[in-house]
């Protein structure tokens, strides 16, 4: 049974970054380090993707780059059918067989953008889109380009907001004797903001807080801060995080502060914050505050998100060294050596032959026999 490795997507920032396209095989590369597949430069099969001349390009040459666009970004309203076209351009000098699809894109839990995996259903904008290639097979001649049309068929029924996919065009190669098979990818980004009103949200879920301590009781800790994020909202947004943590009162407050990726609507991610120098105060609180703001075509507004945790910073290891001070010096309390007592002094005797009595009124008599 052959194993199927899927290897790594360029999304249309990286394609972006060639002046509107981007070799396959580098992407893939540089994004799985660890999976090196050996081919000789001759043999090495490499393409790139770029967005047709415009929305509506029925009179575009093939070849048209439209490279002053990335991606591909509408404004539609439900039941709304729009026509574009992408370009494949083979850089290699043999034919390339490549797949072509479209499907859903997501914000992974550490906050990467992605599409689904391959052979997974589409149910959002990837199911929306059909690409005009029979088969799903695209053969292209050595250093030649195709244009793919494709269509973008809105649902009547589609909800206000920001919707994200991807037309992916796929490489699937076998290594070795063919017990692995490598499937390259490269995609282009595709968004389409359904009209209506935008009700962009965030929500902080799940804080906690957890303190490391040294033995010195007053040197300045590290405290980790974890919490889940959430774009509960229809908009894409893109945040910038606050984290604070202070001891009891709000004493001796340090922050941490990042921009965050990109959330595309319904995301969540796993957020872990290092808060470095906050004093070990016993008890410590922290703070979260994101800021998001929507992006994509004209914008929307801006939302934010709050959440709070406290937690106990205690210098453990300073604490468990005067324990065992404490317990040293009771132990020697316990056990140290008493001194002994001193003995009783001895009853004195009266003179031998004499005997003493009290008499009536008090007074001593005494008597001798001869």
């Known amino acids: ?14 394609v972006a970054a060639g002046a509107g396209a ?3 095989l580098p992407a893939a590369a ?3 380090a660890a999976v090196v597949v050996p081919a000789a430069a001759a043999d090495d099969l490499t393409w790139a993707l770029a967005p047709g001349a415009g929305p509506r390009p029925d009179a575009a040459a093939v070849g048209a780059t439209g490279r002053d666009r990335a991606n591909y970004a509408y404004v539609v309203d439900p039941g709304d059918e729009v026509r574009d076209t992408l370009v494949v351009t083979n850089r290699s000098t043999t034919p ?6 479209a499907t859903d894109a997501l914000t992974t839990r550490d906050g990467g953008l992605d599409l689904l995996p391959a052979g997974t259903e589409p149910t959002d904008l990837g199911s929306w889109l059909t690409l005009d290639v029979p088969g799903g097979e695209l053969l292209i001649p050595a250093g030649a380009s195709v244009r793919v049309p494709f269509v973008l068929a809105v649902p009547d029924d589609a909800s206000p907001g920001d919707h994200a996919g991807g037309v992916v065009t796929s490489l699937t190669q076998t290594v070795g004797d063919g017990a692995l098979a490598v499937d390259r990818r490269l995609a282009l980004r595709v968004h389409a903001r359904v009209s209506g009103a935008l009700s962009p949200g965030l929500e902080v879920r799940d804080v906690t807080v957890r303190s490391t301590t040294g033995v010195n009781p007053l040197a300045p ?12 909202g229809d908009a894409r947004i893109v945040a910038t995080e606050a984290v604070t943590v202070a001891g009891p009162g709000g004493s001796a407050p340090q922050q941490a502060a990042a921009e965050l990726g990109e959330l595309l609507p319904g995301a969540e991610v796993d957020r872990t914050v290092e808060v ?4 070990p105060l016993l008890r410590v609180a922290a703070d979260v505050r994101v800021d998001g703001a929507v992006v994509g075509i ?3 507004g801006a939302t934010s998100a709050a959440g709070t945790d406290a937690g106990w910073s205690v210098p453990w290891a300073a604490l468990a060294v005067l324990v065992l001070v404490v317990a040293g010096v009771v132990t020697w309390f316990v056990r140290r050596p008493l001194a002994p007592e001193p003995a009783p002094a001895a009853a004195a005797e009266p003179p031998a032959g004499s005997t003493g009595s009290v008499g009536e009124h008090g007074s001593t ?3 001798a026999r001869a």
């Open 221 to 232: 800790a590290t405290t980790t801060v974890t919490y889940t994020l959430a774009n509960t």
């Open 298 to 300: 004209g914008g929307g």
């Open 1 to 14: 049974m052959r194993t199927r490795l899927t290897r790594a997507l360029a999304l249309a920032a990286l």
């Open 30 to 32: 540089s994004a799985v």
């Open 22 to 24: 981007a070799s396959a």
């Open 365 to 367: 008599t005494s008597s």
């Open 96 to 101: 390339l067989d490549l797949t072509a699809y």
């Open 276 to 279: 470095a120098g906050v004093r």
